[in-house]
Structure formats: structure tokens, C-alpha cells
């Protein structure tokens, strides 16, 4: 196996370990001093400097400046001079186009402030730059194109473990300063305090601190290979759990269908999801296929059978894709989703190649795992640079669709989502608004219009009291109990029951809340309680919310007290007033109660 971490003499690049050192210690401190000169250019709202000023540049050096330095911590030692910095140059390059442009397509009105970038772009960001490094570091090493697989295993997974044990250090290092700070603190002195909430101090010390951890870990290499085994043997085994789990509930779906995995809103996510796992437990337990490293017999037979359960896995993701995208068109979540499943097809096919190709061909255990691994790398690093550029930039081709399926008639002008054009889209959907306010059907440019006039998505829809009425969709507690008649019925936008559009969102239980021998309902989504009443025309009417404080632990979620029997109706503490302007309602203060004290 080829060292990618020296060169033919044995000695590193940069002249031993005292070289690697003032080289990481270097590139820390002028990480720390850019991010702090940054921090300074955006740190007041009002009086923003250059180059804050500039949006699209400063959210390009922010991700440039975040994460290049943290490539080149790895690749000291591993790369020549000349090789890392090429490298360098190039990874900082394509850093800061993505950044520029995913801040050139926001809009820059209503909340824009620093560092501007939106969150999609800077985790993909940091995973492409991590699987493109690992490719490299390893081919420049051995100098060839593709290099060997237990050569990319290596690589990736010592340096996994270096940053994840570096992140602790840091970690570790600022709770023991605010240890510090507090025993100061109880004798009278606030120096250490003072000092650690100054941004000149806490910036380039965090990122020095980080470089440390980065060379501490790095110079006793074969201990980074000992803990990587242990935490390779470990997680290897919890393979054999999430096997039976997704067996189990692939083997259940018969009977149950599938209608109660749509309910949940994100039954995409929640596969995919559960595909990553596998797909990282597999490696743990696969490793880099050596015959001296092949696990057990129990553990072999678990990876031959996770692999082969990616595939219904991705087909069920791709099939629920399919049905949100085939009702409501694409948004640039279905687009990164359809990205991710994109490069789960690969998985997929290439992994139950691995697990079945005995059956039909003698190969090594799941050989051909290993392709599979290095073509999947190089796509998502390709998909992940299209996506967040203006190539397949989601929000251009979401806008494009939606805009699509409105002329040709497969949403009608009414229910056209005009707040996603307006609020999420960014640049191309106000340029898409603004051609739609110019539309030759009234209805659609009025409500483009609308939809331009306003600040935020709930006025906007406040404002639209010409949505046509909606049938509620309600879940009924207990089970098997039913609604009131008239209950369920279309209502407009200005009813609670608007808003439920899935049975899973809402939860309606029937009580006679005040023992008048009538009932009334209890509607609560996942923040509020809604009564409902009845009246002498037999139309339920809005009464008004019961809003919960929440304290302690425990679920945050409405609808979980509404299943509860202790909820119950209770007397009023105090009455309310008649006034000559009208009733006056008593509000209870509704603090959390104070902490029990215990004995210091």
C-alpha cells in the first residue's frame, strides 16, 4: 500500500515534524486573522465595511476562508509544496464561486445580513471539499489517476477521525476556559471573562487551537489508527441493527402500504436517510477489503444483505420523490433530494452487484463494493458543484417548473404558490413575480401583484381571503372516535381548520368542555389549541386558543396534551370583567415555576 502521507525518503516535504508544525500553526493564526477581519466587516448591521459591503464577495471569502485553510491543515505533509498549493488555489477558487453565487441569487431585501449564505451551501460546500481532497490526496500520492482503494480508505477515514477528535479538542479547550473564567469570577476577577467574549481573541485563538489538535493528532499517526479501528469495529456491528430494521420494515410494507409513510411530509428524507446509514455501516464493516481485515462470518453475511436492501430503499425515495414532484411541481428541497437519490442509484446498483456477483461470477467478498465507492465520490462531488452553481442551480430550475405548471393549466391561478416566488426563490422568482404581475389573465397579475406588495408569507396569505374553500383534514382522539356532524367541512382561509392539510398536522378530540350537554371540539396543531362551539344555526365557529408554556423536558408538541386524560377543562381562578367597552378577558401569567433549590 502506497504511504500518502510521505514521500520515497521517509521524511515529510516540509522538513520534518518541526516544519509541519510552524506550517499548521502558521496557516491557523492567518485563518483566524481573516475570519476576524471578516467578523469585523460584517459585525454591525448598520454600518457595514468593505467587504460586507459587497454581499456576493464577502459570502464567497467567508466559505473560501472557512474551509480551504482547513484542506490545506490536511494535506501539510501529504502534498508537496507546489502540489498542495495548486491544490489550494483551485479549492479556494471554486469555494468562493459557489459562494458568490448562491449570494447573488438571494434577494436583497427584508433579512440580508452577513455572512449572507444560506445553509445548503455551506454543509455541501464542506462535503464536497473533504471527498474531492480525499481523491486526490491519495493519486498525487501514488501518481496515477485512480488510486488503490485501501490507499482512499486510509486517507479518508484517519482524516475523519483526526478532525473529528481536533473539533473535541477545541472543543475541550474553550469549556476549560470557561471554567477558568467562572473560578475567577466567584473571587472578584473578570479578566479571563472580558477576554474570552472579545471576537479579536476568540477568533484566531479558536483556529490556532484547532491547528494544534490537527498536528497533535497528526504526529502520532499509528494512535489515529487505533482509535479509528476501535471505532470502525464498533460501528461495523451496529450494521447488523439497522439490517434487521430495514428488513423489518421493508417486509411490513406489504400490509401496511405505503400511505402512512406519505403522511409524515418527509418520507424522502427518511429513506434516504436511512440508505446513508447503511451505506456508511457497510464501510465500517468492509474497511478497505484487505483479507487480513475481513470481518465475521455474521457481519459478511449483514453486509451482503444491506446491500441488497438499497435498492427497494432508493426505489421507494425515488418513487415518493416522484409523486410530491408529479402534484406540486419541483422545489429546490425535491431538487437536492433528487440529487442525493441520484447518487444513491449508484450506490444501489453498484453494492448489490458486490452483494449477488458470486452467484453468477468467482470474485473476492464484495470487490467490486470498492469501483462502486470511487465513482459514487466523483459524482457527488460533480452533482454538488452543479447544484450550487448556475449549471443546475435549484432555485432557477424550481422557479422555471412552477411558473411551467401554472400556464399550462396543472395549478390554477388561485392556488398558485405566490409567496414561493416572492420569499424563497430568490432572484429568479422575483424576476418570474414580476413577468407574472404582467400576465394578460387579470387574476394572475393581481395576485402577482399582491404578492409583491407584501413582507412576509403570513400577511400575504391574510391578505388572500379569495382562496376558494378547503376541506380540512383532520386526525380524530381517541382512535376509532368520530367528529361532530358539520365539523369537517369546507371552510375559508380565515378558520384554523384552513390550515390542516394532513390528518397527521391536526388533531380534533369532541368534550363538553363546560357541562352545558353540548359538545364543542379541541383542535391542536403542533402549538395551539383551538376550541370550537357550535351554535343555534348548527355552524361550528372559531371560539378562540389554548396556548401552552412549555417547561422542562419532554415533547413540545400540542398535540401529544391533547391525547393526554389529565388535559381537562378547570374553573377559572378569576373571573372576567363587563366593561361599557365590552368584555374584558383575564390572561393568567403563565411563567414556568422556579427551580426546586437544592442544598449547595
Given at each position: 500500500?502506497?504511504?500518502?502521507?510521505?514521500?520515497?525518503?521517509?521524511?515529510?516535504?516540509?522538513?520534518?515534524?518541526?516544519?509541519?508544525?510552524?506550517?499548521?500553526?502558521?496557516?491557523?493564526?492567518?485563518?483566524?486573522?481573516?475570519?476576524?477581519?471578516?467578523?469585523?466587516?460584517?459585525?454591525?448591521?448598520?454600518?457595514?465595511?468593505?467587504?460586507?459591503?459587497?454581499?456576493?464577495?464577502?459570502?464567497?471569502?467567508?466559505?473560501?476562508?472557512?474551509?480551504?485553510?482547513?484542506?490545506?491543515?490536511?494535506?501539510?505533509?501529504?502534498?508537496?509544496?507546489?502540489?498542495?498549493?495548486?491544490?489550494?488555489?483551485?479549492?479556494?477558487?471554486?469555494?468562493?464561486?459557489?459562494?458568490?453565487?448562491?449570494?447573488?441569487?438571494?434577494?436583497?431585501?427584508?433579512?440580508?445580513?452577513?455572512?449572507?449564505?444560506?445553509?445548503?451551501?455551506?454543509?455541501?460546500?464542506?462535503?464536497?471539499?473533504?471527498?474531492?481532497?480525499?481523491?486526490?490526496?491519495?493519486?498525487?500520492?501514488?501518481?496515477?489517476?485512480?488510486?488503490?482503494?485501501?490507499?482512499?480508505?486510509?486517507?479518508?477515514?484517519?482524516?475523519?477521525?483526526?478532525?473529528?477528535?481536533s473539533l473535541g479538542f477545541t472543543g475541550a479547550f474553550w469549556l476549560l476556559l470557561f471554567l477558568g473564567a467562572a473560578l475567577f469570577r466567584i473571587i472578584g476577577l473578570r479578566f479571563l471573562e472580558d477576554l474570552i467574549g472579545e471576537e479579536w481573541f476568540s477568533i484566531p485563538v479558536t483556529c490556532l487551537v484547532f491547528a494544534v489538535a490537527v498536528q497533535l493528532t497528526d504526529v502520532r499517526s499509528g494512535l489515529i489508527r487505533g482509535v479509528r479501528t476501535v471505532a470502525l469495529m464498533l460501528l461495523s456491528w451496529l450494521l447488523l441493527v439497522i439490517t434487521v430494521l430495514v428488513a423489518s420494515f421493508l417486509l411490513a410494507l406489504p400490509f401496511?402500504?405505503?400511505?402512512?409513510?406519505?403522511?409524515?411530509?418527509?418520507?424522502?428524507?427518511?429513506?434516504?436517510?436511512?440508505?446513508?446509514?447503511?451505506?456508511?455501516?457497510?464501510?465500517?464493516?468492509?474497511?478497505?477489503?484487505?483479507?487480513?481485515?475481513?470481518?465475521?462470518?455474521?457481519?459478511?453475511?449483514?453486509?451482503?444483505?444491506?446491500?441488497?436492501?438499497?435498492?427497494?430503499?432508493?426505489?421507494?425515495?425515488?418513487?415518493?420523490?416522484?409523486?410530491?414532484?408529479?402534484?406540486?411541481?419541483?422545489?429546490?428541497?425535491?431538487?437536492?433530494?433528487?440529487?442525493?437519490?441520484?447518487?444513491?442509484?449508484?450506490?444501489?446498483?453498484?453494492?448489490?452487484?458486490?452483494?449477488?456477483?458470486?452467484?453468477?461470477?468467482?470474485?473476492?467478498?464484495?470487490?467490486?463494493?470498492?469501483?462502486?465507492?470511487?465513482?459514487?465520490?466523483?459524482?457527488?462531488?460533480?452533482v454538488i458543484l452543479a447544484l450550487f452553481s448556475p449549471l443546475l442551480d435549484p432555485a432557477r430550475l424550481s422557479v422555471g417548473d412552477q411558473v411551467a405548471r401554472l400556464k399550462r393549466g396543472a395549478v390554477s391561478a388561485a392556488l398558485f404558490d405566490y409567496g414561493f416566488l416572492r420569499f424563497e426563490a430568490g432572484k429568479p422568482g422575483r424576476a418570474a413575480l414580476a413577468?407574472?404581475?404582467?400576465?394578460?389573465?387579470?387574476?394572475?397579475?393581481?395576485?402577482?401583484?399582491?404578492?409583491?406588495?407584501?413582507?412576509?408569507?403570513?400577511?400575504?396569505?391574510?391578505?388572500?381571503?379569495?382562496?376558494?374553500?378547503?376541506?380540512?383534514?383532520?386526525?380524530?382522539?381517541?382512535?376509532?372516535?368520530?367528529?361532530?356532524?358539520?365539523?369537517?367541512?369546507?371552510?375559508?382561509?380565515?378558520?384554523?381548520?384552513?390550515?390542516?392539510?394532513?390528518?397527521?398536522?391536526?388533531?380534533?378530540?369532541?368534550?363538553?368542555?363546560?357541562?352545558?350537554?353540548?359538545?364543542?371540539?379541541?383542535?391542536?396543531?403542533?402549538?395551539?389549541?383551538?376550541?370550537?362551539?357550535?351554535?343555534?344555526?348548527?355552524?361550528?365557529?372559531?371560539?378562540?386558543?389554548?396556548?401552552?408554556?412549555?417547561?422542562?423536558?419532554?415533547?413540545?408538541?400540542?398535540?401529544?396534551?391533547?391525547?393526554?386524560?389529565?388535559?381537562?377543562?378547570?374553573?377559572?381562578?378569576?373571573?372576567?370583567?363587563?366593561?361599557?367597552?365590552?368584555?374584558?378577558?383575564?390572561?393568567?401569567?403563565?411563567?414556568?415555576?422556579?427551580?426546586?433549590?437544592?442544598?449547595?
Amino acid at each position: 500500500m502506497t504511504d500518502p502521507y510521505n514521500d520515497q525518503t521517509g521524511r515529510t516535504s516540509l522538513g520534518g515534524t518541526k516544519g509541519l508544525a510552524v506550517a499548521r500553526l502558521g496557516i491557523g493564526l492567518v485563518q483566524g486573522l481573516l475570519l476576524y477581519a471578516l467578523y469585523r466587516s460584517g459585525a454591525s448591521h448598520d454600518a457595514l465595511t468593505w467587504p460586507a459591503t459587497h454581499p456576493p464577495l464577502f459570502g464567497a471569502l467567508i466559505l473560501a476562508v472557512s474551509f480551504t485553510p482547513v484542506m490545506l491543515l490536511a494535506g501539510v505533509g501529504r502534498l508537496s509544496v507546489k502540489a498542495l498549493a495548486i491544490w489550494g488555489l483551485i479549492a479556494a477558487a471554486v469555494l468562493m464561486l459557489l459562494g458568490w453565487h448562491d449570494v447573488a441569487q438571494q434577494a436583497t431585501d427584508g433579512r440580508f445580513y452577513p455572512p449572507y449564505l444560506r445553509f445548503p451551501v455551506i454543509a455541501f460546500a464542506a462535503a464536497a471539499l473533504f471527498i474531492a481532497h480525499h481523491l486526490i490526496v491519495p493519486a498525487v500520492a501514488s501518481r496515477r489517476w485512480i488510486a488503490d482503494f485501501d490507499d482512499y480508505f486510509d486517507t479518508a477515514w484517519k482524516a475523519g477521525v483526526q478532525l473529528a477528535l481536533s473539533l473535541g479538542f477545541t472543543g475541550a479547550f474553550w469549556l476549560l476556559l470557561f471554567l477558568g473564567a467562572a473560578l475567577f469570577r466567584i473571587i472578584g476577577l473578570r479578566f479571563l471573562e472580558d477576554l474570552i467574549g472579545e471576537e479579536w481573541f476568540s477568533i484566531p485563538v479558536t483556529c490556532l487551537v484547532f491547528a494544534v489538535a490537527v498536528q497533535l493528532t497528526d504526529v502520532r499517526s499509528g494512535l489515529i489508527r487505533g482509535v479509528r479501528t476501535v471505532a470502525l469495529m464498533l460501528l461495523s456491528w451496529l450494521l447488523l441493527v439497522i439490517t434487521v430494521l430495514v428488513a423489518s420494515f421493508l417486509l411490513a410494507l406489504p400490509f401496511t402500504g405505503l400511505d402512512g409513510l406519505w403522511k409524515t411530509g418527509s418520507a424522502t428524507a427518511l429513506v434516504l436517510s436511512a440508505a446513508a446509514a447503511l451505506i456508511i455501516l457497510i464501510n465500517t464493516a468492509y474497511q478497505d477489503g484487505r483479507e487480513d481485515n475481513l470481518p465475521p462470518v455474521v457481519l459478511r453475511v449483514a453486509v451482503r444483505v444491506a446491500s441488497v436492501l438499497l435498492t427497494p430503499l432508493i426505489l421507494i425515495a425515488i418513487w415518493g420523490l416522484s409523486l410530491r414532484i408529479g402534484q406540486h411541481g419541483l422545489t429546490p428541497d425535491r431538487i437536492i433530494a433528487s440529487a442525493c437519490a441520484l447518487v444513491g442509484v449508484i450506490y444501489a446498483a453498484g453494492y448489490g452487484w458486490a452483494a449477488l456477483s458470486p452467484f453468477w461470477k468467482k470474485t473476492a467478498w464484495m470487490k467490486p463494493l470498492e469501483r462502486t465507492n470511487v465513482a459514487a465520490a466523483v459524482l457527488t462531488v460533480g452533482v454538488i458543484l452543479a447544484l450550487f452553481s448556475p449549471l443546475l442551480d435549484p432555485a432557477r430550475l424550481s422557479v422555471g417548473d412552477q411558473v411551467a405548471r401554472l400556464k399550462r393549466g396543472a395549478v390554477s391561478a388561485a392556488l398558485f404558490d405566490y409567496g414561493f416566488l416572492r420569499f424563497e426563490a430568490g432572484k429568479p422568482g422575483r424576476a418570474a413575480l414580476a413577468d407574472l404581475a404582467k400576465s394578460s389573465n387579470a387574476e394572475i397579475a393581481r395576485r402577482a401583484k399582491q404578492a409583491q406588495a407584501t413582507d412576509n408569507r403570513y400577511d400575504l396569505k391574510q391578505k388572500d381571503d379569495s382562496l376558494p374553500p378547503r376541506t380540512p383534514r383532520v386526525g380524530v382522539w381517541p382512535e376509532g372516535a368520530t367528529l361532530p356532524a358539520g365539523f369537517v367541512t369546507p371552510v375559508r382561509r380565515d378558520d384554523p381548520r384552513y390550515d390542516c392539510e394532513d390528518a397527521v398536522e391536526c388533531l380534533a378530540t369532541a368534550r363538553d368542555l363546560n357541562g352545558d350537554g353540548r359538545t364543542e371540539v379541541l383542535l391542536a396543531d403542533r402549538f395551539r389549541i383551538a376550541l370550537f362551539a357550535q351554535g343555534p344555526d348548527g355552524v361550528w365557529t372559531h371560539q378562540g386558543d389554548y396556548r401552552v408554556v412549555f417547561c422542562g423536558s419532554g415533547s413540545n408538541d400540542v398535540r401529544e396534551l391533547l391525547k393526554n386524560p389529565q388535559t381537562a377543562p378547570v374553573a377559572p381562578a378569576w373571573p372576567d370583567l363587563s366593561t361599557p367597552r365590552g368584555e374584558a378577558r383575564f390572561t393568567p401569567e403563565q411563567d414556568c415555576p422556579a427551580p426546586v433549590a437544592v442544598n449547595p
